[in-house]
């Protein structure tokens, strides 16, 4: 094999008749509702409680900067999307960008994040357990908890082995329901009497100081309640008008999230009894917030929707995620990480049957140390964020290697990107460092991982030539990650404090901005040399 030429263009053939067998059946509101149905899982019956304990009224404006900062980032994903449309692309763009050590640390960062899909099953155990209580026990699933949320996966694994014009017509059902009860809630909560002046009582609007606001992204759930908005876009390759459609979905889906949410955390706030605020937000504490709350108000008819949607929401998040987790090891199997025994779809389906049951593995390992919802989340926002970094890493990147041959300007292109991609960038590592020290001395460790398994990939290569240049192009992620974690241990979220307010928050813009630069001249150099194979869209437009 020639030195330049990189190992998946060999297999190309096979990976095109694979992709030829995807169904182009979604349209914009089967988009709409498989992005909107991600982002409203288990998110909206708990962040509402967790985002006033962090920031009180305040949290208000954490969901506001939420909506707007992942509308920057989905920016970037939508320009790349409608570009360079294909299954799984969250994966494949950045190893097409930045190379194999960027794509196979992207692609482990992915494969931790099918723990996403345990959070929400581990929602509905949690919610169940009002009527089973022998499914949850101190914050944990008991072992007869653990059997029902196995059988669960079974279940909608098996609900997505069918066609994708099955799952997305599925999909609708369960989204209209999901938007129908949280504004049935909202409305209820309102009528059944406010109590004034709660965004100034209690200690004021920001009873903890306003970078409460920015932990309240991240401990509070925020982040995590608003991710998912890229779910169309892995959905891109089977859609029948991506460049119109796509674009179009994902924004719709934020900005219909964004609305729900800001109306559930004015309920919450505006309803919880005075008798509950003895010791001001920090001190309300619910376990299943709505429901609770909607008992305390004698809206019992509510309190048993709202138990029953406790199941329905986060199944329909877990049913699409189980979808988006099977879109993404196919696509790991095209990149290599994975075996391309999993790359393969089934003729009659156009689905990868193989990689559901991949997944339904993975989904049943993290929740074995896994048990509640609050202590997922908190690590898969990081693995979310860093997957959105390389993206914004990866539009400069193509932008930049299509200005160098002189490429014009490519339909679904985004105005603005160019200043776009480095701000969500700088946003994306902002959020993972807001996230705090706890969860980061946990989650970009395991992402570096990635590094040893990229050398176990390149051990069979004759010379080691083509491993250094690899580890010379990615070396900006690994380096980006090391900083983030010494810059956490030093800041004052959660950390040592050597580093004080802001001086810290404002280091982590400053190393972000510098990376990305150094990101997106290794990415040009790295496709400069033909050492991957041409971006999509350059071969398509």
């Not at 909107?36 to 009224?57: C, M």
């Not at 999230?257 to 309803?271: E, N």
């Not at 196919?330 to 994975?338: I, M, P, V």
């Not at 080691?464 to 090391?482: D, Q």
Request: aromatic share 10%; proline share 5%.
């Amino acid at each position: 094999m020639p030195q330049n030429q990189p190992a998946e263009s060999i297999a190309a053939p096979a990976v095109l008749a694979e992709e030829r067998r995807l169904h182009k059946d979604l349209g914009f509101w089967g988009l709409t509702a498989i992005g909107f149905s991600n982002i409203l899982g288990s998110g909206w019956l708990f962040a509402a409680l967790y985002a006033a304990q962090t920031a009180g009224p305040a949290a208000l404006l954490s969901w506001i900067a939420a909506g707007v900062l992942c509308a920057l980032i989905a920016l970037v994903m939508v320009e790349l999307g409608a570009t360079r449309p294909e299954g799984g692309g969250t994966v494949r763009w950045p190893l097409y960008a930045s190379g194999r050590l960027v794509g196979t640390m992207v692609g482990w960062s992915v494969v931790l994040s099918v723990g996403g899909t345990a959070a929400e099953i581990s929602a509905i155990m949690q919610y169940a357990a009002h009527y089973l209580p022998g499914l949850y026990d101190s914050g944990r699933l008991t072992l007869p908890g653990l059997g029902v949320a196995v059988a669960l996966s079974v279940v909608l694994t098996a609900l997505n082995w069918f066609a994708v014009r099955i799952f997305a017509r599925l999909n609708n059902l369960v989204s209209v329901f999901k938007v129908v009860v949280p504004v049935v809630t909202v409305i209820a909560l309102f009528l059944s009497g406010t109590h004034s002046g709660r965004l100034t009582e209690h200690g004021g609007f920001a009873p903890y100081g306003y970078a409460a606001c920015l932990t309240a992204l991240a401990g509070g759930g925020i982040v995590y309640s608003v991710n998912g908005f890229q779910a169309p876009l892995d959905f891109s390759g089977e859609a029948r008008n991506p460049r119109r459609s796509v674009p179009a979905a994902v924004l719709t889906g934020i900005g219909l999230a964004v609305l729900v949410y800001l109306g559930l955390q004015l309920a919450f706030l505006y309803t919880v009894p005075d008798s509950a605020l003895g010791d001001g937000w920090q001190g309300v504490n619910f376990e299943s917030p709505f429901g609770q709350l909607a008992l305390i108000l004698n809206l019992h008819w509510l309190a048993t929707l709202l138990y029953a949607d406790a199941v329905i929401s986060p199944g329909g998040s877990a049913y699409v995620g189980v979808a988006i987790n099977a879109r993404h090891t196919y696509a790991l199997a095209k990149n290599g990480l994975l075996p391309r025994f999993f790359m393969r779809i089934d003729p009659a389906s156009g689905m990868a049957h193989r990689a559901l049951l991949l997944n339904l593995a993975v989904i049943v390992v993290f929740m074995l140390p896994f048990g509640g919802w609050q202590d997922i989340v908190s690590v898969m926002g990081d693995m979310y964020l860093l997957i959105y970094a390389a993206s914004a890493v990866a539009v400069a990147v193509f932008r930049a290697h299509d200005r160098e041959r002189g490429v014009p300007r490519a339909e679904g292109q985004v105005p603005g990107v160019r200043w776009i991609a480095p701000l969500s960038f700088v946003v994306a590592s902002e959020f993972v460092f807001w996230s705090g020290w706890d969860d980061l001395r946990l989650a970009l460790p395991l992402v570096l991982v990635g590094v040893p398994l990229f050398l176990l990939q390149r051990r069979g290569t004759e010379n080691g030539l083509p491993a250094l240049g690899e580890l010379r192009h990615g070396a900006w992620l690994v380096s980006h990650l090391a900083a983030l974690t010494l810059l956490s241990w030093l800041g004052t979220f959660g950390g040592s404090g050597r580093l004080p307010a802001p001086y810290d928050t404002i280091a982590v813009g400053a190393l972000a901005f510098g990376v990305f630069g150094w990101a997106v001249r290794s990415g040009a150099a790295h496709l400069r040399t033909g050492a991957a194979d041409a971006p999509p869209a350059a071969q398509a437009v």
